[in-house]
């Protein structure tokens, strides 16, 4: 039982590993897995902890921690499937087939680069704009 | 990486991050790409991408987007993710760059 409550903060936890790679990044099924496992574990303690109070104790913390690893597993789920899908609408972001709206800012050695420069520059055939997130 | 760079294209990542963080991060990943400092969010919002109060403490930054522009300044293609935690594969660029080019892939 203590170990199905410690897989379900691994599972929490084990979250900001798993989004390095993007087969577990797109979709967490490592700690979704991960979760199942806890949830077993600790359905068993708790029925050992009950059928078996002689041998095995915990009928106080058994219902605690299966209820703290519940509410773990329930704000992941939270932030996974309601939170990250919160998209402002960006109706007016730029279609395909029109021009890029152009701009110039500093680079990361404080150079002022623009648009137009980048799509000039010798041998280059497009630009690729990654806007992200940020708070590196 | 050099899959962009032998077919010329260009990669600029923007963000809200001051140039010192970029400059920091860029080292530290080892990226070879420009990073621009957009810390008002001025394009980004000109780009209409601004995700309000979405930072970590409430700040306003971009949602994640790519576009890909042509010589001539005019969107190719893009991205825009419904799914923060979904991002595009760099392999999806480059088969579109390699198509709309009429080149085959790899």
């Known amino acids: 039982m203590w170990v199905g409550f410690l897989v379900a903060i691994v599972a929490l936890f084990s979250f900001e590993f798993f989004v390095r790679f993007p087969m577990t990044r797109d979709f967490p099924w490592a700690n979704l897995s991960l979760f199942a496992i806890a949830g077993v574990l600790l359905v068993i303690g708790l029925f050992r902890a009950y059928g078996q109070p002689g041998v095995y104790r915990g009928r106080i913390f058994g219902p605690i921690l299966t209820i703290v690893s519940l509410v773990i597993f329930a704000l992941f789920s939270y932030a996974l499937f309601y939170i990250v899908r919160q998209m402002p609408a960006s109706a007016a972001a730029p279609q395909v087939g029109v021009a890029a709206p152009g701009f110039t800012l500093p680079d990361q050695d404080g150079k002022q680069v623009a648009l137009r420069e980048l799509l000039g520059s010798d041998g280059t055939r497009a630009v690729l704009l990654i806007f992200y997130r940020g708070y590196w | ?106």
């Open chain 2, 1 to 106: 990486m050099a899959d962009f760079d032998t077919r010329g294209i260009r990669i600029a990542a923007i963000s809200v991050d001051p140039v010192e963080t970029n400059q920091r991060h860029r080292k530290k990943m080892g990226y070879t790409f420009s990073f621009l400092a957009d810390p008002n969010a001025e394009v980004i919002r000109r780009y209409d991408l601004l995700h309000q109060r979405a930072g970590p403490k409430g700040e306003d930054i971009s949602r994640p987007a790519e576009f890909l522009i042509d010589p001539s300044g005019t969107v190719e293609w893009r991205n825009l993710t419904e799914n923060a935690a979904v991002r595009v594969r760099p392999q999806e660029v480059l088969r579109t760059f390699d198509e709309r080019n009429g080149k085959t892939s790899r």
